[in-house]
């Protein structure tokens, strides 16, 4: 099973993912959730690997299920880590997304500090929110789309992080 999707063409990825969702795929990186959606505070999925997916519909994260050695070996792990889940905030919702980056030379130098994504967006009793995400691989292409789409205010912003709860969209 493992060689199969190994195997498998990213093109039929992404054309299977649009017929999914039924929204264009616009961007798309890698990165790591940091906080800002309730259910994965609440729970403790914090630093969690997904897809990061800017779609003409809105933004997602979406973590696949993982299975690794020791994984499989402990039966009692019910941390739920290994659920497929997806948090989706749709466009109307979205109110600014800031890929933030260190500038500091020093700090550069001395640190591995990926790019840090931020996207404000407004709950369903109209309170803004804050998601935030560390971006791996695929930073450049996700800033070209959130400049073209208006989102991005401060690329080089350094704020402080702020831990208030996403709770529009849903989790799968």
Wanted: glycine share 6%; with cysteine.
């Amino acid at each position: 099973m493992w060689k199969k999707t190994q195997d498998r063409n990213p093109d039929d990825f992404w054309r299977e993912y649009e017929e999914k969702t039924g929204e264009k795929i616009l961007a798309h990186a890698l990165g790591l959730y940091i906080s800002g959606w309730d259910e994965f505070d609440r729970n403790g999925w914090n630093d969690i690997w997904g897809l990061i997916i800017i779609s003409s519909g809105g933004f997602r994260f979406h973590h696949f299920p993982q299975q690794n050695w020791l994984r499989a070996l402990s039966m009692f792990d019910d941390s739920g880590k290994s659920r497929e889940k997806i948090i989706f905030i749709p466009k109307e919702k979205i109110v600014s997304a800031k890929l933030q980056t260190e500038t500091r030379w020093w700090a550069k130098l001395l640190t591995a500090s990926p790019p840090v994504l931020t996207v404000q967006c407004r709950d369903d009793t109209d309170n803004e929110k804050q998601l935030r995400l560390k971006v791996e691989f695929g930073f450049k292409e996700l800033a070209g789309k959130l400049d073209e789409l208006n989102l991005v205010q401060d690329k080089a912003a350094t704020a402080a992080p702020n831990r208030d709860a996403c709770s529009t969209g849903a989790i799968i």
